[in-house]
C-alpha cells in the first residue's frame, strides 16, 4: 500500500471490524466513504484487491413503475437461495431545497429487518446521470463486505441516465403502460442499456401493446446487427421483455430467471470482464476529471485570472476558446510547479 494509501488510526480500527463482517463497520464505512470524509480514498484503496466477488444488477425506469417493489421482490428472492443481498438506491435530490426523500426503507419494509439484505438511500446531490457520485464506490464497499448480489435502483430513465449501466453487470429497465413508454422505447439510449425489460403492471390495459413495441424495436436493432455478427461470430444478447405484476408478485421467477442467464452470458462470452474493465477505465477517468476540477476551480489565484479576462471576452477581443487554452497552459505550468 502507497504512502497515500496509508489509514488513519480511526480507520486501522475499523478496518478489522469490516473485514469481520459486521455491520456497524459496514454502515460506517458506507458513510465515511459516501461522504468523502478524511481517508475514504485510503479505505477504498484497502477494499480494492477484494473486489469483484458481487453480481451489479442496475434497476431504472420512470417514478411510478414499481422499481421499489420489484427491488423488494428480487432482493426477497436472491435471499431465500442463500444470498446476501445489499440495496442501493438512489432518489432524486431536489434543486430547491438540496433534500431528498430518501423513503425507501418505507417503501421496502418487508425485507428492511432482515439481517441478510443492507439498503442505503443516496441522494443524487445534483449528479445530472441520475446516480449520486459516490455509488460506484459505495457499491465497492458493499462488494468488498462480501454481498453477493448488489441492486442498484436509480432515479429514472433516459439519455441521462445512462450511468447504470456503466455501473452494474446488468441492466433491467421497468416500463409501465399509459404513461408514454413507447416513446421511451425509440431512444436508442434506452435500448442500448437493457439487458432486461419488464413491462410492469402488466393487468392494465396496454401492456401487451407495449411489449410488443418493444420487441419491434429490438427486432430492428437485430436486424441492423445481423452483418457484424456473422463477420466476427459473436453471439448477441437480445434483451427478453418480460411481463411483471409486482403488487401481484407475479412475473418475478421468470424475471429472476432471465437475469440470471444473462449473467451467465456475461460469463460465458466474456463480456463480464471487458464490462468490468471498462467500469475500472472510467473510473479512473472520473478520479482524473475530478481531482483537475477541484484543484483547478479551488485555487483562488486561478478564478481571480479568470476575472481579469471577462473584459476582453466581453469587448470581444478574445473569445472563451482563446481564454480556456490560456488556462489550460497556465493550469499546465502551475501543476508542474507543484
Not at 443524487?124 to 446516480?131: D, H, I, Q
Request: hydrophobic letters at 45%; a positive charge; one cysteine or more.
Amino acid at each position: 500500500m502507497s504512502k497515500t494509501s496509508v489509514l488513519s488510526p480511526a480507520l486501522a480500527r475499523l478496518h478489522p471490524d469490516y473485514v469481520a463482517g459486521k455491520v456497524a463497520a459496514l454502515a460506517r464505512a458506507v458513510s465515511i466513504i459516501e461522504n468523502h470524509r478524511p481517508g475514504w480514498d485510503a479505505l477504498l484503496a484497502s477494499i480494492h484487491p477484494n473486489l469483484g466477488r458481487a453480481r451489479r444488477i442496475g434497476i431504472t425506469g420512470p417514478p411510478g413503475a414499481g422499481k421499489s417493489t420489484l427491488t423488494t421482490l428480487l432482493a426477497r428472492a436472491y435471499r431465500k437461495l442463500g444470498l446476501r443481498v445489499g440495496i442501493v438506491a438512489v432518489d432524486p435530490t431536489s434543486p430547491f431545497t438540496g433534500g431528498a426523500l430518501l423513503g425507501d426503507r418505507i417503501r421496502m419494509e418487508e425485507i428492511a429487518s432482515d439481517p441478510g439484505v443492507y439498503i442505503r438511500s443516496m441522494a443524487t446531490r445534483g449528479s445530472l446521470g441520475g446516480l449520486a457520485t459516490a455509488t460506484r464506490e459505495v457499491c465497492d464497499v458493499l462488494d468488498g463486505f462480501g454481498i453477493d448480489v448488489i441492486l442498484i435502483e436509480t432515479v429514472g430513465v433516459g439519455q441521462s441516465e445512462l450511468d447504470v449501466a456503466r455501473t452494474a453487470d446488468t441492466t433491467l429497465v421497468v416500463l409501465v403502460p399509459e404513461s408514454g413508454d413507447s416513446i421511451q422505447t425509440l431512444k436508442a439510449g434506452v435500448m442500448e442499456i437493457a439487458d432486461v425489460y419488464a413491462v410492469n403492471k402488466a393487468d392494465r390495459p396496454g401492456a401487451e401493446r407495449l411489449r410488443r413495441d418493444i420487441e419491434l424495436m429490438l427486432t430492428m436493432r437485430a436486424t441492423v446487427a445481423t452483418k457484424e455478427i456473422v463477420a466476427n461470430g459473436s453471439k448477441q444478447w437480445r434483451p427478453p421483455v418480460l411481463r411483471t405484476s409486482a403488487v401481484k408478485d407475479e412475473g418475478i421467477a421468470a424475471l429472476l430467471e432471465a437475469i440470471d442467464r444473462h449473467f451467465e452470458y456475461l460469463q460465458s462470452s466474456g463480456a463480464l470482464q471487458v464490462r468490468r474493465r471498462n467500469r475500472l477505465r472510467e473510473r479512473v477517468m472520473e478520479i482524473v476529471e475530478q481531482q483537475l476540477r477541484q484543484r483547478l476551480w479551488h485555487h483562488a489565484e486561478t478564478l481571480s485570472w479568470l476575472d481579469a479576462q471577462l473584459p476582453e471576452m466581453e469587448s470581444g477581443t478574445a473569445t472563451p476558446f482563446s481564454i480556456a487554452q490560456a488556462l489550460r497552459t497556465r493550469s499546465a505550468a502551475l501543476m508542474a510547479d507543484t
